[in-house]
Structures are given as structure tokens and as C-alpha cells.
């Protein structure tokens, strides 16, 4: 699975994340790609993220599974992974 991480340095929810993340993604092992919602603005709009950050999208191949949008914790992440 491949998971498009999107955030910016000025969201303060992204900051919480960032270590929600960095503990799930030790569980998976996730191929990610990171992208600032400022620095990288022509990628991110590809990927049409709204307006709450920061932005989870995971892929099966090109396919998109599902979103984790906003702060949620690391169980409900988990949990929502384990799903698929």
C-alpha cells in the first residue's frame, strides 16, 4: 500500500500527526510520499485535499482506498488500516 501524506508546516493538527504516523507507519511500512500543502502546491492539487489538514490518502497500485482527513489517534488509524 502507498500512502500520500499531505501537510504544512504551519498546521498545528500536523504536528500531532506526525507522531501518530511515524508510530503506525513503523507498524506498516508504508511506501510514502510527503508533501508540504505550500511548497509542493501543483502535486498536492492532484490530489484535491479540501481544506482540512493534514491529509492521509491510501492507494492500492493507482487505485485510492480511502482518506484519513484532520488529527484522529493512533488506534483509530489503526483500526481504520485494518479494514483493509
Do not use: H, Q
Not at 499531505?6 to 506498516?28: P, Q, R, T, Y
Not at 492539487?45 to 487505485?63: A, Q, R
Request: with cysteine; glycine share 4%; aromatic share 14%.
Amino acid at each position: 500500500m502507498r500512502v500520500v501524506k499531505i501537510n504544512a508546516v504551519w498546521c498545528s493538527g500536523c504536528l500531532v500527526m506526525n507522531k501518530v504516523w511515524k508510530k503506525v507507519n513503523e507498524k506498516f511500512l508504508f511506501d510514502t510520499i510527503d508533501l508540504d500543502y505550500d511548497m509542493d502546491e501543483e502535486e498536492v492539487l492532484k490530489y484535491n485535499p479540501g481544506n482540512i489538514l493534514p491529509v492521509f490518502i491510501f492507494f492500492d497500485g493507482n487505485s485510492e482506498l480511502f482518506r484519513i482527513v484532520g488529527e484522529v489517534s493512533e488506534s483509530e488509524m489503526i483500526e481504520k488500516i485494518e479494514n483493509y
